[in-house]
């Protein structure tokens, strides 16, 4: 077995490389102040590189409305309804680099709340993408993240209730809140919007996990996604660090023991997974 498994679906997804790309082409054009609103991706060294070239992140709806000129991007976690409405009314310019996958979520939500369809979301109710993802509802919306929220979530009997997922929850966990909801017996449709790429991410680091003897997953403090691998390879592989970068191995009491897996959240860009791998490899 070699002595460093690197995962391939490591580094940058689709949705998270597009937003990044997206907001340096503006960048380039030059045409006026550029915002994000909110960080475009949640890595901090991506977010600082922005900011040395003009890039400012706005914190919420209260920095929007204090705008009168610039082009604002919308980050891959995509927003609520009303925020597209506040750029529109304060004469700004918007780039929509909302991933493809969430937006397909705005829409499902937007049509089954407008029929009377009960929304219940499983992931973080204070992600982003989360809140985001409410702001399409047209009605009563409900998030979940915990099998104990499942057991406890009452509807009137007869309630429609339209099931949807943050795009990267843990699949196996979406399907044991699925299966509790579904012993309730409501008029349930469920639809599994765990993006593809965040699937095989966390089953790929969940085989390298179980054949490592030290992991190293990789990713921002504040990346949903990052979180989701660390709890995965730490349930396989006990002796797992998470870092953001070489930075956090280097000063802490890391070692080597036989076989090292890395894998990397989607916010993290390839030149910090390429450097702890070199490190590591120095190691040995």
């Known amino acids: 077995m070699e002595k460093i498994r690197v995962a391939k679906t490591a580094g940058f997804c689709f949705g998270v490389k597009r937003a990044v790309e997206t907001v340096y082409e503006q960048v380039k054009k030059d045409g006026g102040p550029v915002y994000t609103y909110g960080p475009i991706i949640h890595n901090e060294e991506v977010v600082a590189d922005l900011e040395t070239r003009g890039v400012q992140v706005l914190q919420g709806r209260r920095d929007l409305e204090a705008l009168t000129q610039g082009t604002v991007v919308i980050r891959s976690h995509g927003v609520p309804e009303e925020i597209y409405r506040l750029i529109e009314e304060r004469g700004l310019a918007c780039v ?36 985001g993802i409410r702001g399409w509802c047209q009605g009563p919306s409900t998030v979940i993240s915990t099998l104990e929220e499942a057991e ?38 469920v639809l599994n919007t765990i993006c593809n790429a965040t699937e095989e991410r966390q089953a790929e680091a969940r085989r390298i996990a179980c054949e490592a003897d030290t992991m190293i997953v990789i ?47 989607a916010s993290t860009p390839n030149n910090i997974i390429e450097e702890v791998q070199e490190y590591v490899r120095k190691k040995f």
């Not at 099931?163 to 509790?180: G, R």
């Open 96 to 131: 929509d680099a909302t991933c493809p996958f969430v937006r397909k979520i705005h829409r499902i939500v937007e049509k089954y709340s407008r029929e009377g369809w009960q929304i219940v979301i499983t992931g973080d109710a204070s992600h982003p993408e989360v809140e």
């Open 152 to 189: 406890n979530l009452e509807f009137p009997e007869g309630t429609k209730v339209c099931i949807v997922s943050q795009t990267t929850f843990n699949y196996n966990k979406f399907k044991d809140l699925v299966e509790i909801l579904e012993k309730k017996r409501y008029d349930r449709i």
């Open 219 to 265: 990713g921002g403090r504040h990346s949903s996604n990052t979180q989701k691998l660390y709890e995965i390879c730490r349930r396989e592989c006990e002796n797992t660090y998470y870092i953001q970068t070489l930075v956090d191995l280097d000063t802490g009491p890391f070692q080597c023991i036989g076989c090292v897996g890395i894998t990397a959240g």
